[in-house]
């Protein structure tokens, strides 16, 4: 009796042990995709945008003309949007861009992952806009500085959220710029540690 109890437990010790370096080694090996694989998280048609240090991980769909504001209202559902040759990614602040505003420039890093591969970015800007109205529902959206966020980060990605309510034909955003970078093992630590 004691025999086969000691066997079902190193059975299960041996197992277990087993599958965490399986684990390890597929997220070294596969990268972020592994992480998503193993807990069945949902992509996007464009992939899934994770920036841990802000508690960001949400389904990201590629948006094209008037359903962007469909796809935000969503849960677990930003847009992403090519505008005027810029790249934006967009979702509430009350959904998954709450701490959007608090990423530090230099420091916080993001990434887009896809059942194929991730691209890492690391945030190059944050500060406040404004999205313009205009006729026939065309609108602008400008930095602090006032310049078209569509000029202003070339080859990169621009993430935004609104601020608060429309003024007039105005609504106050933040916006945060990312360039892409080379990934990091402190990537994978801080998606694990805060999953």
Same mark, same amino acid.
């Given at each position: 009796?004691?025999?086969?109890?000691?066997?079902? %437990?190193?059975?299960?010790?041996?197992?277990?042990?087993?599958?965490?370096?399986?684990?390890?080694?597929?997220?070294?090996?596969?990268?972020?995709?592994?992480?998503?694989?193993?807990?069945?998280?949902?992509?996007?048609?464009?992939?899934?945008?994770?920036?841990?240090?802000? &508690?960001? $991980?949400?389904?990201?769909?590629?948006?094209?003309?008037? $359903?962007?504001?469909?796809?935000?209202?969503?849960?677990?559902? @930003?847009?992403?949007?090519?505008?005027?040759?810029? &790249?934006?990614?967009?979702?509430?602040?009350?959904?998954?861009?709450?701490?959007?505003?608090? @990423?530090?420039?230099?420091?916080? +890093?993001?990434?887009?992952?896809?059942?194929?591969?991730?691209?890492?970015?690391?945030?190059?800007? #944050?500060? &406040?806009?404004?999205?313009?109205?205009?006729?026939?529902?065309?609108?602008?959206?400008?930095?602090?500085?006032?310049?078209? #966020?569509?000029? @202003?980060?070339?080859?990169?990605?621009?993430?935004?959220?609104?601020?608060?309510?429309?003024?007039?034909?105005?609504?106050?955003?933040?916006?945060?710029?990312? +360039?892409?970078?080379?990934?990091?093992?402190?990537?994978?630590?801080?998606?694990?540690? %805060?999953?």
């Amino acid at each position: 009796m004691r025999k086969s109890r000691f066997g079902r %437990l190193f059975q299960e010790l041996f197992i277990s042990i087993g599958l965490s370096i399986a684990m390890f080694l597929a997220i070294f090996i596969l990268g972020e995709q592994a992480i998503y694989a193993f807990n069945e998280t949902p992509y996007g048609t464009h992939g899934r945008l994770s920036i841990p240090s802000l &508690n960001i $991980d949400v389904a990201v769909y590629n948006s094209h003309g008037n $359903d962007s504001q469909t796809i935000v209202d969503e849960i677990d559902s @930003a847009a992403f949007i090519n505008w005027k040759n810029q &790249n934006a990614i967009v979702d509430h602040r009350s959904q998954s861009f709450y701490y959007l505003p608090d @990423a530090i420039p230099g420091l916080t +890093k993001a990434c887009i992952i896809t059942p194929v591969y991730t691209d890492y970015y690391v945030c190059t800007y #944050v500060g &406040n806009g404004k999205i313009t109205y205009g006729a026939d529902h065309l609108c602008s959206i400008t930095d602090e500085w006032g310049d078209a #966020v569509n000029l @202003a980060n070339s080859g990169g990605i621009c993430m935004y959220t609104c601020q608060g309510e429309m003024d007039g034909d105005e609504v106050p955003v933040c916006i945060t710029y990312w +360039k892409l970078a080379n990934p990091t093992p402190l990537h994978f630590i801080e998606r694990i540690l %805060l999953a």
